[in-house]
T-cell receptor
Framework: AQKITQTQPGMFVQEKEAVTLDCTYD???????LFWYKQPSSGEMIFLIY??????QNATEGRYSLNFQKARKSANLVISASQLGDSAMYFC???????????????FGQGTTLQVKP | GAGVSQTPSNKVTEKGKYVELRCDPI?????LYWYRQSLGQGPEFLIY????????DSGLPNDRFFAVRPEGSVSTLKIQRTERGDSAVYLC?????????????FGPGTRLTVL
């Protein structure tokens, strides 16, 4: 069973508008972490934002925010005021817990390609 | 400071040959991870090290793949008897520890092409 699902293979957004990239996950572990990465055409994976399963508030990092809905097992990335440089592939990833902490490997979704139009 | 570096950036080899891919993590990072990314897909976990030991090698596809990190810093991913299906981008990442919210920082990857 797929643990991370990104249902939008491709998205378009107008420059300066906001866009939401969807991510749902599947885990039975109460402790986990959710990450979003950006991968431009150059290929390097760039960390954007992190949400822990026990975090009380939704994570924010500059123009990035995470809409975390624990009961629905969704962790959507919201990018505000889109810029041309935001055009890239975006990956949602999960790190599962072992007991009281989450450790180790990341499990990635299939990714969403975002194109920002001028 | 310096990020994660990987060498070579590109490697072309023939089917059946042996290859080594090198990863130099961020200084002081104790956890090091290897992933493989096929075209249009998300990265797939291969193996990770905490210090010198392999903490989880559950992602290695078969016994042709092996990785070492003898001094707890640089790591080498070794692939024996390469097959065309091994062609992919091999990504290395490191993090301060392997716990909690510690971010994994990725290198630029090695693009392996098996002819």
């Amino acid at each position: 069973a797929q643990k991370i699902t990104q249902t939008q293979p491709g998205m378009f957004v107008q420059e300066k508008e906001a866009v939401t990239l969807d991510c749902t996950y599947d885990t039975s572990d109460p402790s986990y972490g959710l990450f979003w990465y950006k991968q431009p055409s150059s290929g390097e994976m760039i960390f954007l934002i992190y949400q822990g399963s026990y975090d009380q508030q939704n994570a924010t990092e500059g123009r990035y925010s995470l809409n975390f809905q624990k009961a629905r097992k969704s962790a959507n990335l919201v990018i505000s005021a889109s810029q041309l440089g935001d055009s890239a592939m975006y990956f949602c990833a999960m790190r599962e817990g072992k007991g009281s902490s989450n450790t180790g490997k990341l499990i990635f979704g299939q990714g969403t390609t975002l194109q920002v139009k001028p | 400071g310096a990020g994660v570096s990987q060498t070579p950036s590109n490697k072309v080899t023939e089917k059946g040959k042996y290859v080594e891919l090198r990863c130099d993590p961020i200084s002081g990072h104790t956890a090091l991870y290897w992933y493989r990314q096929s075209l249009g897909q998300g990265p797939e976990f291969l193996i990770y090290f905490q210090g010198t030991g392999a903490a989880d090698d559950s992602g290695l596809p078969n016994d042709r793949f092996f990785a070492v990190r003898p001094e707890g810093s640089v790591s080498t991913l070794k692939i024996q008897r390469t097959e065309r299906g091994d062609s992919a981008v091999y990504l290395c990442a490191s993090s301060a520890t392997d716990r909690g919210r510690d971010t994994q920082y990725f290198g630029p990857g090695t693009r392996l092409t098996v002819l």
